[in-house]
T-cell receptor, first 111, second 112 residues
Framework: AQSVTQLGSHVSVSEGALVLLRCNYS??????LFWYVQYPNQGLQLLLK??????LVKGINGFEAEFKKSETSFHLTKPSAHMSDAAEYFC?????????FGTGTRLQVFP | NAGVTQTPKFQVLKTGQSMTLQCAQD?????MYWYRQDPGMGLRLIYY???????DKGEVPNGYNVSRLNKREFSLRLESAAPSQTSVYFC???????????FGQGTRLTVV
């Protein structure tokens, strides 16, 4: 079965600093990979996804992620954090018949 | 754009009571899911449905039942609520089982 590991349950950055949220997956075949964002008291919203093709994927709100098969990673980055980026972020991987989510990383952005 | 609609948004139950969480989607999606979210544990899949008339157990199905009433609706039932079922419940839908999912706003359930 697939699994996904998010390193760091909490990440804090200053406004304007680089955001890096880590995600590693276990898979013997190239999976579909997703990043979701959850703002307080809301549902999850898709940020970006990798299915096939270009390994650098751009999403909404200036986020991007790179699929690295050799490292089984799909880290999420944003060059310059904004206060509005404060939220919880979930990495997810496709299994044969469902999506498997990581435990989430809460991003705090300080002024 | 309604998307995925869950009702109710909040509920308090006493131990042993039953209730049904309702979910409806208007995106003509085949697949629907129920997840629960608990602090530090991410989202865990309770049940899912690949299409109308089919349901399957996910990671944490004990204490729950589901019904895929039609293509639009997928309900989750707690027959005898327990404090361990205190959680935030999310319904989601997607075009197929391993593609992106669209989420509802969640139901915050407290069992006392």
């Amino acid at each position: 079965a697939q699994s996904v590991t998010q390193l760091g349950s909490h990440v804090s950055v200053s406004e304007g600093a680089l955001v890096l949220l880590r995600c590693n997956y276990s898979s013997s075949v190239p999976p579909y990979l997703f990043w979701y964002v959850q703002y307080p008291n809301q549902g999850l919203q898709l940020l970006l996804k990798y299915t096939t093709g270009a390994t650098l994927v751009k999403g909404i709100n200036g986020f991007e992620a790179e699929f690295k098969k050799s490292e089984t990673s799909f880290h999420l980055t944003k060059p310059s954090a904004h206060m509005s980026d404060a939220a919880e972020y979930f990495c997810a991987v496709s299994d044969t018949d469902k999506l498997i989510f990581g435990t989430g990383t809460r991003l705090q952005v300080f002024p | 754009n309604a998307g995925v609609t869950q009702t109710p948004k909040f509920q308090v139950l006493k131990t042993g009571q039953s209730m049904t969480l309702q979910c409806a989607q208007d995106m003509n999606h085949n697949s629907m899911y129920w997840y629960r979210q608990d602090p530090g544990m991410g989202l865990r899949l309770i049940y899912y449905s690949a299409s109308e008339g089919t349901t399957d157990k996910g990671e944490v199905p004990n204490g729950y039942n589901v019904s895929r009433l039609n293509k639009r609706e997928f309900s989750l039932r707690l027959e005898s609520a327990a404090p361990s079922q205190t959680s935030v419940y999310f319904c989601a839908s997607g075009t197929s089982l391993n593609t992106e999912a669209f989420f509802g706003q969640g139901t915050r359930l407290t069992v006392v």
